[in-house]
């Protein structure tokens, strides 16, 4: 099937431990993206690469670094987790940047941290 | 700053018309997209608008007014199936894809 996958679904984990989370698209889009949507299911950008090239960096703690092997391939690592990384992580994909691209979302990981 | 305000929650009839509004305050603006998000589900995407005016896509029209800083979702004929959040997300930036959400606003279809 042609999509926007992600792996793990499910991610719970304790405090002050090292995670990566895993975003694959097949859609042959060039433009990557990582959203959190928080408890209030508000969504906000936190990064985006561009044929490999990190375009948006938004206020984020450097605990958080993504890295894109490939335009088909963005990974989120995060490191030293606490309380308030538990949230919804979603992966996106577009065509370009232009005008109107929209943007296809991964099913969510569920990150818990006890 | 960035700015989009919409309702938290709304209730309507199956069979009925809702309209979701949103209002924006942002530092450029090159479109507006309203998705839709089940529970637990990938938002998915529904309309874009960029240009004033509505756009009728089946049971689902956007309309924008980009003077006003305000658009609106209509939602006719409503199915049990309509009930979601919707997010109404703003385009800013020049050479980013950069989408700025709103909170979104969720909506409840009862019998």
């Known amino acids: 099937d042609t999509a926007v996958s992600q792996t793990p679904k499910y991610l719970v984990t304790q405090m002050g431990n090292d995670k990566s989370i895993k975003c694959e698209q097949n859609l042959g889009h060039d433009t990557m993206y990582w959203y959190k949507q928080d408890s209030k299911k508000f969504l906000k950008i936190m990064f985006s690469?561009?044929?490999?090239?990190?375009?948006i960096n938004e206020t984020v703690p450097n605990r958080f670094s993504p890295k894109s092997p490939d335009k088909a391939h963005l990974n989120l690592h995060i490191n030293s987790l606490e309380l308030g990384d538990s949230a919804v992580y979603f992966c996106a994909s577009s065509q370009g940047t232009g005008l109107f691209n929209e943007q296809f979302f991964g099913p969510g990981t569920r990150l818990t941290v006890l | 700053g960035q700015n989009i305000d919409q309702p938290t929650e709304m209730t309507a009839t199956e069979g009925a018309i809702v309209q979701i509004n949103c209002t924006y305050q942002t530092s450029g603006f090159n479109g507006l997209f309203w998705y839709q998000q089940h529970a637990g589900e990938a938002p998915t995407f529904l309309s874009y608008?960029?240009?004033?005016g509505l756009e009728e896509k089946g049971r689902f029209s956007s309309f924008l007014s980009r003077s006003k800083g305000y658009s609106y979702l209509l939602l006719k004929e409503l199915q049990m199936k309509d009930s979601a959040s919707y997010l109404c997300?703003?385009?800013?930036?020049?050479?980013?894809?950069?989408?700025?959400f709103g909170t979104g606003t969720l909506l409840a279809v009862q019998p």
């Open positions: 997300a703003v385009k800013v930036g020049g050479a980013t894809n950069k989408l700025i």
């Open positions: 690469y561009n044929n490999k090239e990190l375009i």
């Open positions: 608008n960029v240009l004033d």
